[in-house]
């Protein structure tokens, strides 16, 4: 048995990520969950699609890139030999 249309809808608007069909599918998701009769996992399962669509529409999260410092020239350890300062 092929999915319903809707389903079908909804996976070719997340895949193509059109804008227009993708608040239709959050739509439809956010009424499939309304509906009075609706059984526990067809909620869990509406919601899970919900949240794909919710995903598709924010698009990809850039990662956060923080500054960093520059080290100064001449500080730290390694610099060199040391003198030993022979006390005799």
Request: some cysteine.
């Amino acid at each position: 048995m092929p999915p319903f249309s809707e389903v079908t809808r909804i996976e070719a608007a997340i895949k193509n990520k059109s804008s227009k069909e993708l608040e239709w599918s959050l739509w439809y998701c956010r009424m499939r969950q309304a509906v009075p009769s609706a059984r526990p996992a067809d909620l869990k399962y509406w919601r899970g699609i919900e949240a794909l669509v919710k995903e598709t529409i924010a698009g990809p999260v850039a990662a956060k890139v923080y500054p960093v410092k520059k080290k100064k020239a001449g500080r730290g350890l390694g610099l060199g030999p040391v003198d030993g300062g022979e006390d005799s």
